[in-house]
């Protein structure tokens, strides 16, 4: 279940990265969308570390601007990373978690949302299965819609909200 096994998929071209230094070697960095993983993100990958750094930092700051939650993990020797806007903290507010997944005590961050269960309480270690696993990293994810949406403002340079 790790998200490095996940499958990937090329953003569609209205996503695509807007132009930067050309210099920079960025324009070559490669952005897909996870399929088949119960949260729904993106896969960075580039032809070198720095041609990476400058499309992952320009994405982070465009998140914490727009106030959109994720997490962020460097995998494979630092030759992918993964991009995980979330919504779970927002879902919680709004009561849209179910108690019995509130009650497993786990808030979902960045090992969890790679594939990497923590479990605090014996009887969930004991009963938790892979469906189990999935319904809560479910919880965390955007919908389709926001994703794509979130792709477009992230990498396609839209203003978006403020």
């Known amino acids: 279940m790790p998200c490095e096994r996940a499958p990937t998929s090329p953003l569609s071209p209205g996503m695509l990265p807007k132009r930067r230094r050309p210099d920079s070697g960025a324009d070559s960095v490669r952005i897909s969308k996870l ?26 700051l465009v998140m914490q601007k727009h106030n959109m939650p994720h997490n962020v993990l460097i ?16 879902k919680q507010a709004r009561g849209e978690v179910p108690e019995h997944l509130l009650d497993i005590g786990v808030n979902p961050a960045v090992w969890e949302i790679s594939g990497h269960m923590v479990l605090k309480r014996r009887e969930d270690y004991e009963n938790f299965t892979e469906a189990s696993a999935w319904e809560l990293l479910a919880a965390v994810s955007l919908t389709e819609q926001e994703l794509d949406d979130a792709a477009r403002l992230v990498f396609g340079g839209q203003q978006g909200p403020s």
């Not at 995998?75 to 919504?87: M, T, Y």
């Open 35 to 60: 399929c088949d993983y119960p949260v729904r993100g993106w896969a960075v990958e580039g032809p070198s570390l720095a041609a990476m750094a400058q499309v992952v930092g320009e994405a982070a």
């Open 75 to 90: 995998a494979d020797c630092g030759s992918r990373v993964f991009i995980f806007p979330q919504c779970y903290a927002e």
